[in-house]
């Protein structure tokens, strides 16, 4: 996972997935399937705003973009 500019380094990749509803997501979506947040608040049982924020956490670590 890399492009000009970004190299994602393998303990950053560790830290982010260190919590476990965003290794939930990571795996989730690692599958390519693309989901909407409400789907991942549904097969999470988590609250859509912490849903987000694990969503933001990993689009600004650069493991994730967003489509809006």
Do not use: W
């Amino acid at each position: 996972m890399s492009d000009n500019n970004f190299t994602i380094r393998p303990i950053d990749l560790f830290k982010v997935l260190s919590d476990q509803t965003r290794l939930k997501i990571f795996q989730i979506l690692f599958k390519k399937e693309a989901r909407c947040v409400g789907d991942l608040v549904d097969m999470l049982d988590q609250p859509q705003p912490t849903i987000s924020r694990h969503l933001n956490h990993l689009e600004k670590t650069g493991y994730l973009k967003l489509c809006t």
